[in-house]
């Protein structure tokens, strides 16, 4: 099974049709990935819905906006130059506007892990396509945090670069000032190769020890357990000096992106198109871009000067530090909570995003733990152009352990909450090397049991990453006959994984002609 025939196959078991607006037939995608080379041959690319792929239409998540680009946008010609392969057009929050994942006529799109929860937005589709194992990357946009606020809410990696370092050409605007490429990945690895790819990054040095981490001297109100799980991040940066920073400035300029004045400029990018439109267009969408257009112009003057003031004042805090590390956001709602507040929940989960493109900064968001069975997420921000330093600190926090599954711990299946609930990430879905065979094993729940055999083939498998702590805890935990064993994969490396002791074997059916568990359950249905 090749990396096109998986995705494919994964998007048939997730059942997620809201995460898509065009997805690619899959035999033009075989060819295409067939004859793809470079630095990113064998990626596949989740692209939102408002930037541009060449033979499907740009929607902006408005079916009446649709047009047909005669090409692609700038950043998506890049990444399929090196290699990479477009999977289809993906679910945002109509026109680039909000942090929710819900504002779309082509429907809510549902949280990775659980999907009572918002997924995040507004680059929600392609966020998702990452964390369920559909892409191995994902483009979004990020004016406000869109993101970053989908990456911690899935479990994954979310890169905003400085503005202007990858090109917005063939990018439907939001606020064409501020907004920013965004690239999503399972790991910070294949974020920064992405971007290496897509965008124009000038030469900096590498990051020394120690590095200098700014921590607020207070966040807020966050949802429960997400202070203590910000306290536990920031311990895990052992390589950092850190220094207590003062948040004002820069959550009082948070506030002036959609308080303020400059949200007229949403009404320049699409609001004759909405006043035109208005039955056409989401009615939260309409009714924040249609308010934009009374914005008196002395106000936006007047919001600049302060902003010139709010900056000075930040700037003169990160000149103390390399970085500063910050929560994601500040909770995780329902989408039930959303419909019922739309306006509230989405201004609360802007508080740590919204400044970051008025002050012309880079940030990282990455995955940092689990409070009560979801993901929470942490963010690194930097001045302009300190995308490598902050990889770097991303880097330096305690390793992670790379394990294989391929039964009962597969996405979807009953184990799966034993990796999501230790951090686990999903990092690739993919089969084993041959030479394994595949066992049902009579147990409770039902899972199979795995064995290097020269005859037998290759085995369906997931690759997940856990801090070393959680994948000790992990260990210890499994039940006999289960083990943890080396596993070759597909491409020849190999990782820790699930592997069974022979003497349960005895009287256990082979189920290697299946492929894999999931085959094996869907034909004895």
Not at 3 to 28: C, K, M, N, S
Not at 65 to 78: F, G, H, S, W
Not at 228 to 252: N, Q
Not at 355 to 378: K, T
Request: charged fraction near 20%; hydrophobic fraction near 45%.
């Amino acid at each position: 099974m090749n990396r096109v025939t998986a995705a494919y196959e994964r998007i048939r078991q997730v059942d997620r049709p809201e995460i898509w607006i065009d997805l690619r037939p899959e035999d033009d995608v075989q060819a295409e990935f067939a004859a793809a080379s470079g630095p990113l041959a064998g990626k596949l690319v989740a692209v939102k819905g408002n930037i541009d792929v060449a033979g499907l239409p740009t929607t902006a998540g408005c079916p009446a906006y649709a047009y047909k680009p005669e090409r692609d946008a700038e950043v998506v010609r890049r990444l399929r130059a090196a290699g990479a392969v477009v999977l289809g057009t993906t679910n945002m929050d109509q026109f680039a506007t909000g942090l929710v994942g819900t504002r779309s006529p082509y429907g809510a799109v549902r949280n990775a892990v659980d999907p009572a929860r918002v997924s995040g937005g507004s680059s929600s589709g392609s966020a998702v396509a990452v964390a369920l194992g559909i892409a191995d990357l994902g483009l979004g946009t990020d004016t406000a945090g869109s993101g970053r606020v989908p990456a911690a809410f899935n479990g994954i990696v979310g890169l905003k670069p400085t503005y202007g370092v990858i090109p917005t050409d063939g990018v439907v605007p939001a606020c064409r000032s501020l907004d920013c490429v965004s690239i999503f990945a399972r790991t910070v690895d294949e974020a920064s190769r992405a971007l290496a790819c897509a965008g124009d990054l000038p030469a900096a040095p590498p990051l020394s020890l120690p590095y200098r981490l700014g921590v607020p001297v207070s966040v807020g109100s966050l949802a429960p357990g997400w202070a203590a799980a910000f306290e536990a991040a920031v311990d895990r940066f052992t390589g950092a000096e850190l220094v207590p920073i003062d948040l004002e400035p820069f959550l009082a300029a948070a506030r002036l992106l959609y308080e303020g004045a400059f949200v007229a400029e949403r009404y320049t990018a699409v609001g004759d198109f909405v006043s035109a439109h208005a039955g056409e267009v989401d009615p939260t969408v309409g009714a924040i871009i249609s308010a934009a257009r009374d914005v008196p112009a002395h106000r936006l003057f007047a919001d600049q000067e302060e902003l010139t003031r709010l900056r000075s004042l930040a700037h003169e805090q990160l000149d103390l530090v390399d970085a500063l590390v910050l929560p994601t956001t500040v909770e995780h709602p329902t989408i039930a909570e959303v419909a019922a507040d739309p306006f509230g929940v989405n201004a609360r989960l802007g508080r740590f995003t919204n400044f970051a493109n008025l002050f012309g900064l880079a940030a990282l968001a990455v995955p940092a733990g689990v409070v009560d069975g979801l993901p929470f997420g942490i963010s690194l921000v930097g001045r302009g152009h300190s995308e490598r330093v902050l990889a770097g600190i991303a880097r330096s926090v305690p390793e992670v352990v790379r394990v294989a599954v391929v039964g009962a711990h597969l996405s979807g299946q009953p184990l799966n909450v034993e990796l999501v609930a230790r951090g686990g990430v999903l990092v690739s879905a993919t089969s084993t090397a041959a030479g394994y065979r595949l066992f049902a094993l009579d147990t409770v729940p039902p899972k199979p049991g795995l064995v290097r055999d020269e005859g037998g083939g290759a085995v369906e498998a997931e690759v997940w990453e856990l801090p070393v702590a959680a994948f000790g805890d992990f260990v210890a935990s499994l039940p006999a006959p289960m083990a943890i064993g080396s596993v070759e994969l597909a491409d020849g490396s190999r990782v820790s994984g699930f592997t069974c002791e022979r003497y349960a074997l005895a009287g256990a059916r082979d189920i290697t002609e299946f492929g894999g568990w999931r085959a094996f359950l869907r034909r004895a249905e």
